[in-house]
Nanobody
Framework: VQLVESGGGLVQAGGSLRLSCAAS????????MGWFRQAPGKEREFVAA????????VIADSVKGRFTISRWNARNTVYLQMNNLRPEDTAVYYC??????????????????WGQGTLVTVSS
């Protein structure tokens, strides 16, 4: 199983980035997908999740209204569109896959597979 993130980089505050996560080795349409992030010196935190069909999402309060998650099952890819970025969004962003989309979707222990992460740096 491989989850490979891309799209990270350096952006100024107020800018936008779109992260992608390409999955292989799993039946992608059978897994809910999530994005998490970890800032230096902080614990990993939930960002967003999307269900199997892509018609239901959960977004963390800290990014609600600025970030959206979507998926394209035909391409085995999940996306995280990040707008109006802030310096506090600086972190390594990870995608993850879980067979269960329910009350625990915001908990990282719910996820079976993880990518290696992509760094997002937002300058002020």
């Amino acid at each position: 199983v491989q989850l490979v993130e891309s799209g990270g980089g350096l952006v100024q505050a107020g800018g936008s980035l779109r992260l992608s996560c390409a999955a292989s080795g799993i039946t992608f349409s059978s897994y809910a997908m999530g994005w998490f992030r970890q800032a230096p010196g902080k614990e990993r935190e939930f960002v967003a999740a999307v269900n199997l069909r892509g018609d239901n999402t959960v977004i963390a309060d800290s990014v609600k209204g600025r970030f959206t998650i979507s998926r394209w099952n035909a391409r085995n890819t999940v996306y995280l569109q990040m707008n109006n970025l802030r310096p506090e969004d600086t972190a390594v962003y990870y995608c993850a896959a879980t067979p269960s989309y329910g009350p625990r979707v915001q908990s990282d222990y719910n996820y079976d597979y993880w990518g290696q992460g992509t760094l997002v740096t937002v300058s002020s």
